[in-house]
């Protein structure tokens, strides 16, 4: 009688170790968190007035790279950005082609393609390029750029009119 109990128990905490933890077992929504991913991007992209707003979509711990200028962390995102939104005639826009999620739902990319214009000599100047961003899942659920890297397509052109 013994050896039955003792297989029993000893059967029952085997199956323990081979069910899934948890958090494996809670099926992520892709397709919702990529419309989210696409969504915080555009309300992203709508901040560039309000360097405050702006700065709240970043994740402390952020790598802020633009082109033509060192990479930032920390405080120096802000200084980067503030240097950027100060220039004479400065205009930015961008927008997300697509958004990818990690199986996790914590990490995610979108890529997107930007126009910035500015001031050059009095003459306005535009700037075409392309960029991706690294979005990480914070503990409240909301979104925040890990990195952001943008580059030019090529130099700047006289913009139209």
């Not at 999620?101 to 390029?129: N, P, R």
Request: charged share 20%; aromatic share 12%; glycine share 8%.
């Amino acid at each position: 009688m013994k050896s039955i109990t003792l297989f029993f128990l000893v059967a029952i905490f085997l199956s323990f170790g081979c069910a899934p933890p948890a958090s494996e077992s809670t099926a992520v929504d892709l397709e919702s968190e990529r419309d989210a991913l696409m969504a915080v991007d555009k309300a992203w992209s709508e901040s560039i007035d309000d360097t405050d707003a702006f700065l709240s979509f970043i994740a402390e711990d952020a790598y802020f790279m633009p082109f033509g200028a060192p990479l930032a962390r920390g405080d120096a995102i802000r200084t980067t950005w503030e240097g950027l939104a100060s220039m004479p005639g400065f205009d930015l826009h961008w927008q997300a082609t697509t958004a990818e999620v990690a199986a996790s739902g914590d990490i995610g990319y979108t890529i997107g393609t930007f126009e910035l214009t500015a001031e050059h000599d009095g003459t306005a100047m535009l700037t075409e390029g392309k960029y991706v961003t690294v979005w990480h899942k914070q503990a409240d659920g909301s979104w925040k750029m890990q990195v952001d890297c943008f580059n030019a397509n090529g130099p700047p052109t006289a913009a139209d009119g």
